[in-house]
């Protein structure tokens, strides 16, 4: 599988579709690879990529999209499925925001979002709960995403991962998971960061030339 990254730091969609896929197709009738992907963080450009293509897209990877205090992708499976497109979802603990390390300073999330996830960390905490866990079997429930993609650092982490997406919670963890979404997540104005990375690359771009 070769996957076209982050789709929406083109300075168009026209250059994925005039450019980019074509030329990945060509590729694969060389027999280079065999399947053709596309991965980005908001949905829209990766429906609309769909929709145009000449080229066959044979998946398309979402991530932080299916997570706890985002799970807007939800709200799109029945595009990908008329379309016949598995989905690869990715990034179960929103890249840091619902684990108990931290959030990174570079995390690109709106100080809202920041600030719910931290309670919402904080109260799982309080409660003996661990949200990585609580947010992994969270994120790896939907048979809609054929698989998860998960990035792991140490053995530690291979071992708690796969005990979230394999060891069905508790009741306390059900009940602490219903909680926070209630509490904290559900009452966002705004529960993306669509734009923010694009838009802090291309000024990076310009004033650099």
């Not at 931290?102 to 999330?109: E, N």
């Not at 650092?153 to 219903?178: I, S, W």
Request: hydrophobic share 40%.
């Amino acid at each position: 599988l070769l996957q076209i990254h982050d789709v929406e730091f083109a300075s168009s969609l026209d250059v994925i579709l005039n450019e980019t896929l074509p030329a990945v197709e060509r590729l694969k009738e060389r027999g280079l690879c065999r399947y053709i992907g596309i991965t980005g963080y908001p949905l829209g450009p990766l429906r609309e990529l769909v929709v145009k293509s000449s080229v066959k897209i044979d998946s398309i990877l979402s991530y932080c999209r299916l997570s706890l205090n985002d799970n807007s992708l939800i709200n799109h499976f029945g595009f990908f499925k008329t379309h016949r497109i598995p989905i690869i979802n990715a990034c179960a603990v929103g890249m840091g925001l619902l684990t108990e390390t931290g959030i990174q300073d570079w995390h690109p999330a709106l100080p809202e979002i920041k600030i719910a996830c931290l309670r919402a960390v904080e109260h799982c905490v309080k409660e003996g709960v661990d949200i990585s866990r609580v947010a992994m079997s969270y994120s790896t429930g939907f048979e809609e995403a054929v698989t998860t993609l998960v990035s792991m650092c140490d053995t530690v982490t291979v071992d708690k991962n796969l005990d979230g997406a394999l060891r069905p919670l508790t009741n306390k963890e059900e009940e602490v998971k219903d909680y926070i979404e209630k509490t904290y997540f559900t009452p966002l104005s705004q529960r993306h960061w669509e734009g923010v990375e694009p838009e802090l690359y291309w000024k990076a771009v310009k004033s650099s030339t």
